[in-house]
């Protein structure tokens, strides 16, 4: 099984480090900033060296085939009996019993107690995780137990701010929805207005074009009509030319007199 | 571990799995509901539809005022020759008046 696998790896693990236990004291130090400040030690002996500063359970616990922590509580004990940790006060909570293993030789592991101090460097994220605050689980009761305090969660929220907080929520998203509303009425009338300006000044526009087409036409006729004075006067000299040469055709007798144009 | 301890911690498990499953649907579902509430609440989406709705129509109005301002452009061209021609025509009326008095000669 997965689990077992890597326990038993973990479990090697262990072994070769259990020997470099004593020298490694900075990584001692630093699990028992782990201590909650009400509960004492509670979890420095779950840590493996093989991780250390983690006190969570291996990668692998948790399989669908078991019930979690129990090949973690079973093939992980603390050491070989339980005296060589009574520096600290063990509160094991678990339901499930360990099993003493025997390793090869008897390895006594002395720990060293914990480590205070002002100037004690802390761990920012276990501090971190020292200050979330105390939350309730989602399932109160056990699987066997049924659950008599259900409601108690929901006894102990007040709805009351939440409620107003939904509500002016509401009422902001309804206000900006008015807000962007009216804006865009506004933008239609505008558009609306334009387009009506548009229309009457292309009407406005065609009428006058209309008319000045006429008076174009009008004032073209001037043109034609200093053509025609042209034509007139080339013909009215040419008219007076050959009544000359007429009058000079006749006898000296004959001749009328030279013509004087006189206007009338 | 006996087999029969491990199946019945087996199925101990998949029932507590199921129980904080079903738990932490209802959480999200209620969850779910009120955002629900909210926006249906609040009707924005509505009022924004509306609104949105309304200026797709001035599409057609705009297209209008487009093409208008096309032919205005246009009308004005036009309306350009015609002001050249009467002024050419306007400054032949003295040219004519001229003739008009040398005729008279």
Not at chain 1, 17 to 40: C, E, F
Not at chain 1, 54 to 63: A, E, L, N, Q, T
Not at chain 2, 19 to 29: F, S, Y
Not at chain 2, 58 to 79: A, F, I, P, T
């Amino acid at each position: 099984m997965g689990s077992e696998h890597s326990t038993h790896v973990h479990s090697s693990h262990r072994t070769a480090s259990l020997n470099h236990d004593p020298k490694q004291s900075s990584n001692i130090r630093r699990q028992h900033t782990i201590a909650n400040p009400g509960g004492g030690a509670d979890h420095p002996e779950l840590y493996d060296n093989g991780r250390p500063g983690s006190i969570s359970p291996g990668p692998s616990v948790c399989s669908d085939t078991d019930l979690p922590y129990i090949s973690y509580t079973v093939n992980r004990p603390i050491g070989d009996s339980p005296k060589l940790t009574n520096r600290q006060i063990v509160k094991t909570k678990r339901k499930i019993p360990t099993k003493q293993t025997k390793k090869s030789a008897h390895n006594i592991v002395v720990v060293k107690p914990a480590a205070t101090g002002p100037n004690l460097d802390r761990d920012p994220d276990i501090m971190r995780l020292q200050s979330i605050p105390m939350f309730l689980p989602i399932m109160r009761a056990t699987l066997n137990l049924p659950a008599a305090r259900d409601p108690e969660v929901l006894e102990r929220l007040d709805p009351a701010p939440l409620h107003k907080l939904c509500v002016k929520y509401q009422t902001h998203l309804t206000a900006c929805a008015n807000f962007v509303a009216t804006e865009q009425n506004q933008l239609t009338q505008k558009v609306r207005e334009t387009d009506n300006e548009i229309g009457k000044i292309i009407s406005a526009a065609t009428d006058k074009q209309k008319k000045f087409a006429k008076y174009a036409e009008k004032l073209a006729k001037v043109q034609e009509l200093s053509h025609q004075l042209n034509r007139c006067h080339m013909l009215l000299n040419q008219t007076l030319e050959s009544m000359e040469t007429l009058n000079n055709y006749l006898d000296i007798e004959d001749r009328l007199e030279p013509f004087v144009w006189t206007t009338g | 571990m006996a087999s029969a301890s491990s199946t019945s911690a087996r199925s101990l498990f998949t029932d507590s799995k199921m129980r904080l499953a079903d738990r932490v649907q209802v959480n999200v579902n209620n969850i779910s509901s009120l955002a629900r509430q909210i926006t249906r609440g609040s009707k924005s989406s509505e009022i924004l539809m509306h609104s949105a709705r309304n200026f797709a129509v001035q599409e057609h109005l705009m297209e209008n005022s487009e093409s208008n301002l096309k032919k205005m452009q246009l009308l004005c061209v036009h309306l350009g020759y015609q002001h050249d021609s009467m002024l050419k025509s306007a400054q032949q009326i003295e040219e004519v008046k001229e003739q008009v008095c040398a005729m008279q000669r």
